[in-house]
């Protein structure tokens, strides 16, 4: 004899047993314990949630005679009666299952409503639960319109659906809609549990976590994937089993990447996802693994509470949420998100997958360029592009001098200068422009305006021969050559004169023009909260209807 699935033997068969879905209970049970009840309800959300359950447990409800057959309709049923055994087998006349991804037609649609005429055979109503009802066609929406908005008394309509958009608006208005939650790891993991101390099998909670974090939410996942685990480990359900059968990445692999991100060790990262590829891991679950611990990591650094003390990586995402800075938690994040669907793309995912790693290493906020010496990177320099004078033939300087040349202002000139004494610099105060009002009246897009909202005026040298700015940025990967140039480009372009940019790295002193329009836009969302929690409307709505203004959720015109 086979032993029934999990996900079978442990379906919840009164609201009681339910899991995760505490407001449409408390709903149900209310218009069952007052008889006032409608006579449709869509029940919309993921696989897994509990649809078809809640569908069956309403049906024995409406139907429920008690032990002694005496009964009447109850938010608990008895699970004794003929109906509720009856519906529990699945062979209940009165409750009619529909597949609407096999019966879509107007033809399968009519012939059901015209059954519903007609009284129920031993039953006080008739239920029909129409599943993945967005899968019917337009004419079999249309079919049952009249029947769904006045039915036979003796008549309810259960709907469900994974995709509540391609519902008619016109099905909508007619119908109760309730909207099943995902569940949540730490409710998952509890139930799995309860489940399998019942069922006697040993196991390790971190497991349990590993499985809740594959099923997505979804209950029937997993108890099916925990019927996986238990075959495959033959008894106690660890870890280490779990992770094998479901070639997720141990968390350890992705603290290691991270240390080797901090430590600038390319070399380890690609050792990491070669014995990666040796032990057959899914690298794009890896990516999604990683991903979610740096979110915890860039979370631990704004909310420090936000770490739980139960989770087994709690310590090590403290530690790391200190080693970081919050942007590169920001950019590694990013960059890993972005990445997965690259995976596809690649000549094979471990590629890709290294690829990733190298990319996060590259673009590390304040990296230096391989085979540059010295500790920082020096400036970044961008020659006029404007011709020179006829008695004047200077080279275009594209890149920054020599590592022996100790700072920008120490840089020795073009071989190709000319020997004859420069005239003398100006650098008075009142020469200096406005910075912040000059980078936005520039024609600049895209990277390059991105660049020049990052930077700071720091020195403005005006000679006969052109202008030499000094600008520092705290975001110097942004100062790429094309970008200096041109902006250099439209400087020049502006004053009418050669203008050479030197970028600096550092940080600013005041503010650059990308703080002031964050500033500006915060200012603004905060008036615009401020505005929506003193309006009478949404106060009343507060005070009658519990309703909660979503945080964040307000923004500006």
Not at 67 to 94: H, N, W, Y
Not at 134 to 160: D, G, Q, S
Not at 268 to 294: C, H, K, P, V, Y
Not at 371 to 387: C, D, K, L, T, W
């Amino acid at each position: 004899m086979t032993a029934l699935a999990l996900a079978r033997s442990w379906r919840p068969k009164t609201f009681s047993q339910l899991v995760g879905q505490d407001h449409v209970v408390k709903a149900l049970t209310h218009a069952l314990d007052q008889g006032r009840l409608h006579h449709a309800w869509l029940f919309t959300g993921t696989r897994g949630v509990g649809k078809t359950t809640i569908a069956r447990i309403m049906a024995k409800a409406l139907n429920c005679t008690g032990e002694d057959g005496q009964g009447r309709m109850t938010s608990e049923p008895c699970g004794k009666c003929p109906a509720c055994l009856e519906i529990d087998a699945g062979r209940f006349v009165d409750y009619i299952e529909m597949d609407a991804a096999s019966n879509r037609g107007v033809d399968d649609i009519a012939a059901l409503l015209e059954k519903a005429a007609y009284a129920p055979s031993n039953a006080r109503y008739k239920v029909y639960m129409i599943d993945e009802v967005h899968m019917l066609t337009n004419h079999a929406f249309n079919a049952m319109l009249k029947t769904l908005e006045e039915p036979p008394e003796h008549v309810k309509f259960i709907l469900a659906t994974t995709d509540p958009q391609k519902i008619p608006v016109t099905i909508l208005s007619r119908c109760l809609q309730f909207n099943l939650k995902q569940m949540p790891v730490p409710l998952i993991v509890e139930h799995l549990e309860k489940v399998l101390a019942a069922e006697k099998v040993d196991c390790e909670t971190n497991a349990l976590r590993v499985l809740a974090k594959a099923a997505q939410g979804s209950m029937r996942d997993a108890l099916s994937l925990t019927d996986q685990a238990i075959a495959y480990a033959a008894g106690k359900v660890s870890e280490e089993a779990v992770r094998g059968m479901l070639g997720t990445l141990d968390d350890a692999y992705l603290i290691r990447i991270l240390d080797s991100l901090i430590a600038k060790d390319g070399a380890t990262l690609l050792a990491i996802a070669n014995e990666m590829g040796e032990r057959s891991m899914s690298f794009s679950l890896a990516l999604a693994d990683l991903s979610s611990l740096i979110q915890k990591i860039a979370a631990a650094q704004i909310v420090p509470e936000s770490v739980l003390e139960d989770w087994p990586e709690a310590a090590e995402i403290r530690r790391l949420a200190s080693a970081l800075t919050k942007e590169e938690a920001q950019l590694f994040y990013q960059i890993s998100i972005t990445s997965r669907p690259d995976l596809s793309l690649a000549p094979d995912e471990q590629t890709g997958f290294a690829m990733t790693l190298l990319r996060m290493l590259a673009f590390r906020p304040g990296n230096e360029t391989p085979g540059r010496a010295g500790n920082s990177a020096p400036p970044v320099a961008s020659a006029p592009r404007p011709a020179a004078p006829a008695n004047q033939t200077a080279a275009p300087v594209r890149s920054a001098p020599a590592a022996s040349a100790p700072a920008p202002m120490a840089a020795k000139p073009a071989a190709s200068a000319p020997l004859a004494p420069a005239p003398a610099v100006t650098a008075s105060a009142a020469n200096r422009p406005d910075w912040h009002a000059l980078m936005r009246q520039l024609p600049v897009k895209g990277l390059v305006q991105q660049l020049a909202f990052q930077t700071e005026l720091q020195d403005w040298e005006d000679s006969p021969a052109g202008v030499r700015a000094t600008v520092v940025t705290p975001m110097p990967q942004l100062a790429s050559e094309a970008s200096v140039g041109r902006l250099a480009d439209a400087l020049s372009a502006h004053f009418g004169k050669p203008i050479k940019v030197l970028i600096e790295k550092g940080e600013v002193e005041g503010k650059t023009v990308a703080k002031v329009d964050a500033q500006i836009h915060q200012e603004k969302r905060q008036n615009a909260e401020q505005m929506i929690a003193q309006d009478p409307f949404i106060q009343q709505l507060e005070k009658e209807f519990g309703a909660k203004v979503v945080g964040g959720s307000v923004k500006p015109l």
